[in-house]
């Protein structure tokens, strides 16, 4: 049976079913849907920014794929140099905890079986459980239970940056085609509906995936974004009047 899943006893039939956790997603899920929900909203509102301006629809255009562009970007690069440090992070405890491993085995090994006493176990069960995992690998252990690192699936600064980069582009998109396919008034609003459109669906989408209430998560990201396009449409007409 996968981690992310357990049995529990229907009330209903008195049939052992499976039951699926979703909290093991939390990171992917939570840097996708930040990615997107991040540029249908900047990309979206830098638009309706400079349309409040009273821009043409070419310069509408550019900065909206300027802010694609430099987004995505900023969104790979951000992520390559905070993963790239926690994987720095991760590997610098790992060699340290080898060296300790080999200098103070005994000590180590007491230090594992007082993790498992903490979590419940009996001095006896603990110490035997420790010294097991001592003989098969003790690297494993320590990094797991005594650092919280899984160190054959550490951070990968290369993948978060490109997740974080697509993620955000594919978001940034919605509201560019849209602008692209009306003219005048309609362009600026065809940018709104695609958004909230967008927002509302990657919103309860992600509770979907994650278990939430879908309700309340669309309409999270739907006030966030609707305020945030506000203003800044307002900002570009009060700055485009005196200008």
Do not use: C
Not at 39 to 51: E, F, P, W, Y
Not at 164 to 172: D, M, N, R, Y
Not at 203 to 209: D, I, K, R
């Amino acid at each position: 049976m996968p981690a992310s899943a357990e049995k529990t006893l229907s009330p209903t039939t008195g049939n052992i079913q499976r039951e699926n956790h979703r909290s093991h997603r939390s990171a992917w899920l939570r840097a996708a849907v930040l990615g997107a929900d991040d540029g249908i909203v900047s990309t979206a509102s830098l638009m309706l920014g400079v349309a409040g301006a009273l821009a043409d629809k070419p310069a509408i255009l550019t900065a909206g794929l300027a802010g694609l562009i430099a987004g995505a970007l900023s969104m790979a690069v951000g992520e390559y140099v905070s993963v790239g440090s926690q994987r720095d992070s991760e590997n610098a405890d790992l060699v340290i905890e080898a060296r300790e491993l080999k200098a103070f085995a005994g000590e180590e090994l007491e230090e594992l079986k007082q993790i498992y006493v903490d979590r419940g176990l009996t001095p006896e069960l603990a110490h035997q459980v420790a010294t097991q995992l001592h003989e098969r690998d003790a690297l494993t252990a320590h990094a797991r239970d005594e650092l919280g690192i899984d160190h054959e699936d550490l951070s990968n600064p290369t993948q978060a940056a490109v997740s974080s980069a697509l993620s955000f582009a594919g978001g940034a998109a919605l509201p560019l085609i849209a602008a692209m396919l009306f003219t005048g008034a309609a362009s600026s609003w065809a940018i709104v509906i695609t958004a909230l459109i967008a927002l509302g669906i990657l919103g309860a989408l992600g509770a979907v995936v994650g278990g939430g209430n879908k309700v309340r998560a669309a309409l999270r990201v739907l006030v966030g974004g609707s305020v945030a396009m506000a203003v800044t449409y307002l900002v570009g007409s009060l700055v485009g009047t005196h200008l």
